[in-house]
């Protein structure tokens, strides 16, 4: 077993803080990713907080603040079970550095990804108990885990707004794939947004902090944002995910026997969307074949998909697309994606396969 309790063949892009994404080969293997194949992404190092003497502190614009045990939690509110699919914003950055370099940041390749049975209690159920305020625009999550990359170092914190916070499938989780919260994925308690980049499901939750405007801590404001451009000003704060989709196996750079090959891979729609569809081609994009899609579990929640392609002996690129529930494609070229924080690439797949 290796750290953190992950499998062995995990792609460690860092020890401390702890990054690591499965490799595709095991992804591939089920609907739901066991807890050992998970991939982790953190800032900081992984904080060891005491179940029993934890508290969420629920604060702010609320009519009444809360003090909650985990005990309180469970036993105060309905608790709900969801399959949800996180994608961290940093998916698939391979593929844009593969374009042009994106300095200083990980070059995550397609497993920054992976699906699980949550359960635990609505947010808006929690919230409705404080009282929110009307002027409550903003919900905010804090957390210990103290990040140094940061500027200036400080705790992990962000916010959603208040309509997403609101929503039925926004969950506060104790429980993964029927196990408690591993301590590397948030214990005792973690936030869930489906359908948002991975960074707004804060782990090891102690304090949700009721505002008038979003979170202006360095994660939101900075780091997960593009910088202003001529035509984005503001710049832009990423939030819900776009439609991805990639090649899991055989991997970029696989030597392959000649003949029909097996080709395995995912897409992913965004909030409230399912997959429509998915195609590969062999030569460059000019003939496109119909994968095989699973059968969608629900919005925001991945899709796995399969062909066996007959390919000729020599180099071979195999590319992918997929369309989503509300008929929108993906761009082809990751240079029409690029940015300079390397983010939410939703460009083509394409990997190489050696047919020998
Ligand atoms: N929450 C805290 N407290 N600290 C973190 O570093 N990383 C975020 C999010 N929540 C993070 C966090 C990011 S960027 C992602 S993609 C997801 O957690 C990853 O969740 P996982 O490690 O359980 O896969």
């Excluded at 391979?94 to 947010?123: I, K, M, Q």
């Amino acid at each position: 077993m290796g750290l953190w309790g992950k499998r062995d063949d995990m792609v460690v892009h860092g020890r401390e803080p702890f990054n690591a994404e499965p490799p595709g080969t095991a992804l591939d293997r089920t609907a739901v990713t066991p807890a050992d194949t998970f991939y982790a992404r953190n800032h900081g190092p992984v904080p060891r907080l005491d179940p029993a003497g934890w508290r969420l502190t629920v604060d702010g614009l609320v009519a009444r603040p809360l003090l909650l045990t985990l005990a309180g939690l469970r036993s105060g509110f309905d608790a709900t079970e969801a399959t949800v699919t996180l994608q961290c914003a940093d998916n698939r950055r391979a593929d844009l550095t593969a374009v042009r370099a994106v300095p200083g940041e990980t070059p995550w390749g397609p497993g920054a990804l992976s699906t699980a049975r949550f359960r635990g209690v609505r947010l808006a159920d929690v919230l409705a108990r404080a009282g929110l305020a009307p002027d409550a625009a903003h919900i905010a999550f804090h957390a210990p885990d103290v990040s140094p990359s940061a500027d200036p170092p400080q705790p992990y914190e962000v916010s959603v707004p208040r309509d997403r916070a609101l929503a039925p499938d926004v969950l506060l989780a104790w429980e993964m794939n029927g196990a408690p919260l591993p301590a590397v994925h948030g214990a005792p308690l973690r936030v869930v947004v489906p359908g948002w980049i991975g960074a707004r499901s804060v782990k090891w939750l102690t304090r949700v902090t009721a505002r008038a405007t979003p979170s202006d801590g360095w994660f939101q404001a900075t780091a997960y944002r593009l910088p202003p451009t001529a035509s984005a000003p503001e710049g832009v704060t990423l939030g819900p995910l776009p439609l991805n989709c990639a090649v899991l196996t055989p991997r970029d750079g696989d030597v392959v026997p000649r003949g029909p090959v097996r080709v395995t891979g995912y897409a992913l729609a965004g909030e409230g969307r399912t997959v429509a569809r998915v195609e590969v081609s062999v030569d460059g994009g000019r003939a496109w074949s119909r994968a095989a899609l699973e059968e969608t579990a629900g919005p925001g929640v991945w899709q796995r998909w399969r062909t066996t392609l007959d390919l000729p002996a020599g180099d071979v690129h195999v590319l992918a697309r997929a369309w989503d529930s509300s008929g929108a494609g993906m761009p082809r070229s990751p240079a029409a994606v690029w940015n300079p924080k390397g983010y939410v690439t939703t460009s083509w797949p394409r990997v190489l396969l050696r047919v020998r």
